[in-house]
């Protein structure tokens, strides 16, 4: 018989890549878990792990165990769901990506009841701090970007959007539905240092010999799009964003996209079967927005 605790230390081994972050997500000792995995590979009959200085990669009998691993603990944390937190007051903790426009949640916050805001807890973040609190089980999910080949969350896809322009309402380029890098030539950029998207918006303007002064560079997207409105510059951000005096173009050719949606920590997995009003009421509100340039 596999016992829980091996499995799970098997899998922190996968995700985390060596022995010694997996101990230290499962919170114990190198040795403990080495011993725990030597354990498992003696039940299994076989060897799980080719083992080197840097990483640590699946045998051919680890691959096998691997979905098994995945569908197990999947049902362990279905069969755990807490339900018990309704019954113990603990909040529900939601994080949320700091490049999703902050209006999205606030409107789905304003679509419940004063009971159901008194049980939230609001954690803003980047892409990778959401998912370690994740994997930590410090928040019990995301609304995030949700990537090809990661399954062990439980995910629930809502959209895909496009990037765009956003330029200031008196711009000589505003009101054009398509605007070609080689325009922007001449003009004054903002960087948004927090977006998904930046590598390839970089290499996007570098290909068309494109190099721009950078006025601004921030992590708060709110200032961002003040600026923009006030005619500082321009930027490249996610189609949902909308600000007064701000208007969006398509940028010709640049073809980035993102998948936007929720994804649940090991332990509140069953959230994704039975979504409490506030889940509901985001999915709702950011499955309405507009995602995508007008003209490609």
């Known amino acids: 018989m596999i016992e829980r605790y091996l499995l799970r230390y098997f899998l922190a081994v996968v995700d985390q890549g060596n022995f010694s972050r997996a101990a230290a997500h499962c919170h114990v000792s190198q040795p403990t878990l080495s011993v725990g995995i030597a354990k498992l590979e003696q039940t299994v009959g076989a060897p799980l ?19 098994h691993a995945r569908r197990i603990e999947r049902e362990f944390n279905l069969a755990e769901q807490a339900g ?21 949640a606030a409107q789905a916050v304003a679509a419940c009841s004063p009971g159901d805001a008194q049980a939230l807890e609001l954690v803003p973040g980047t892409e990778r701090e959401l998912l370690a609190r994740l994997d930590a089980e410090r928040i019990d999910v995301a609304l995030t970007v949700v990537r090809d080949g990661v399954d062990r969350y439980a995910a629930r896809p809502i959209m895909q959007e496009g990037y765009g322009l956003a330029l200031p309402s008196s711009h000589n380029l505003a009101g054009r539905a398509r605007v070609a890098a080689e325009e922007l030539a001449g003009e004054v950029m903002i960087v948004r240092r927090h977006c998904e998207a ?27 799009m003040q600026m923009v409105a006030a005619g500082l510059g321009v930027t490249v951000m996610p189609m949902a964003y909308d ?51 007008k003209d490609r």
């Not at 700091?98 to 999205?104: D, E, K, N």
């Not at 290499?203 to 961002?224: L, Q, S």
């Not at 398509?250 to 996209?257: C, I, N, T, V």
């Not at 997995?269 to 999915?283: D, F, K, N, V």
């Open 49 to 67: 792990f080719l083992r080197s200085n840097q990483r640590v990669e699946l045998t051919e009998a680890g691959a096998r165990l691997l979905g």
């Open 84 to 104: 018990a937190r309704s019954t113990q007051g603990a909040p529900l903790r939601i994080g949320l990506l700091t490049s999703i426009p902050g209006a999205l």
């Open 198 to 224: 930046l590598s390839a918006t970089s290499r996007y303007f570098v290909d068309r010999g494109v190099r721009p002064h950078f006025a601004f560079r921030a992590t708060n997207d709110e200032r961002v």
């Open 243 to 293: 600000w007064p005096g701000m208007v969006r173009a398509a940028l010709a050719d640049f073809g980035a996209r993102r998948t936007i949606g929720l994804l649940f920590s090991a332990r509140a997995q069953g959230l994704s079967q039975a979504m409490p009003p506030i889940l509901t009421a985001l999915e709702a509100i950011v499955a309405e927005k507009p995602h995508s340039p």
